[in-house]
């Protein structure tokens, strides 16, 4: 079946432009950290990444390490990418990383020059692509100078390989500044920052969205829904099936599920009285946040997918509402 975008796209999408550059993006990204490995139907994650661009969201965010298997949705996206959306391809933000583990020996993971640019080099292959619009440095590498690992994200971009620079994990806000400054001097400005924010994760409050503001850099907050716990998946106990009930789960422990059951259910009676779904009203709250550009969610169905934009129009919060929905994470909070 061949693939023809809906004319009417970009009607129902409302965009913002990425700190002090020219580059707009959709309030929504749509992640393909799960969902779009050799583990999943190929099929299902077209179908996504189909009513994904129809609902006017230009932005797909990868990394090097999604799938899994590490590699393979960065390869899955390039198939789908060439056979629907060849036509497109200047109407993306196609973005990916590099920082996590992707093989073997010293120079396959972290921050230095050499492992940087390899991995971009390989992420290009996979996605068949002459460029990324976004390149990050996935992770602060402790033991490599930010000169080395910021230098390489310079050099990806002045080579053409890269048309923006971006940052990710890079929590502690001193370190971010040095980054910026460093990428500045270069005369290659960071585009864009992508931190963890959520209603129960909110670190980067304390200083770190002051610090993207100063700078003028844009903010990509990941994991808005606490990978499902933000949803009503979990309202009345942990499904065997779902990712919290798996034993060997490596990201969402059903302990976390557990500590958070009653802070998740007075949250959804809040949404329930504004008129959202709990997984709606958690994107609208980081989405409410001036510093917040784009919150990338996630979706292993066409039908959460239509669930999560909803939230893209709703009206802001009323001063009662973020009173109460504080009041409910206390002792729930990261």
């Not at 910021?150 to 971006?166: C, F, N, Q």
């Not at 200083?207 to 979990?234: C, H, K, M, N, W």
């Not at 996630?298 to 009323?318: I, M, N, P």
Request: aromatic share 10%.
């Amino acid at each position: 079946m061949s693939y023809e975008a809906r004319a009417e796209r970009y009607q129902s999408m409302s965009y913002k432009r990425c700190g002090r550059s020219g580059l707009k993006l959709p309030r929504l990204s749509l992640g393909l950290w799960h969902n779009f490995g050799d583990v999943d139907e190929i099929e299902n994650s077209r179908r996504i990444l189909w009513s994904a661009f129809d609902a006017g969201i230009t932005h797909f965010d990868l990394a090097n390490n999604y799938g899994p298997p590490p590699g393979s949705a960065e390869r899955n996206f390039g198939k789908i990418l060439s056979e629907d959306f060849a036509a497109y391809r200047d109407e993306l933000i196609v973005s990916t990383k590099a920082g996590y583990h992707m093989w073997s020996g010293p120079y396959g993971e972290w921050g230095s020059r050499k492992y940087m640019l390899a991995s971009l080099d390989q992420s290009l292959r996979r996605m068949g692509l002459d460029y990324v619009d976004i390149f990050y440095s996935h992770r602060y590498d402790t033991e490599t100078p930010l000169e080395e690992t910021m230098g390489a994200l310079d050099t990806a971009v002045r080579s053409g390989k890269a048309l923006y620079a971006g940052l990710s994990n890079y929590y502690d806000p001193e370190v971010f500044r040095h980054a910026v400054d460093i990428l500045e001097a270069l005369g290659t400005p960071c585009l864009v920052h992508q931190p963890r924010y959520s209603i129960l994760d909110r670190k980067v409050e304390e200083a770190l969205l002051e610090a993207q503001e100063a700078r003028g850099v844009g903010s990509i907050v990941f994991s808005p829904l606490e990978q499902g716990i933000l949803t009503d998946r979990y309202l009345n106990g942990i499904p065997a099936d779902s990712r919290a009930g798996r034993s060997d789960s490596p990201f969402l422990q059903s302990q976390r599920v557990g500590e958070t059951m009653q802070t998740v259910q007075a949250l959804n009676e809040i949404a329930r009285q504004r008129g959202q779904s709990l997984a709606g009203m958690a994107i609208s709250w980081v989405l409410r946040q001036p510093a917040v550009t784009s919150a990338v969610i996630g979706a292993s169905r066409v039908e959460q997918l239509e669930a999560l934009l909803l939230a893209v129009d709703t009206v802001g919060f009323c001063d009662e509402e973020l009173r109460a929905i504080d009041a409910a994470c206390v002792g729930s909070l990261r």
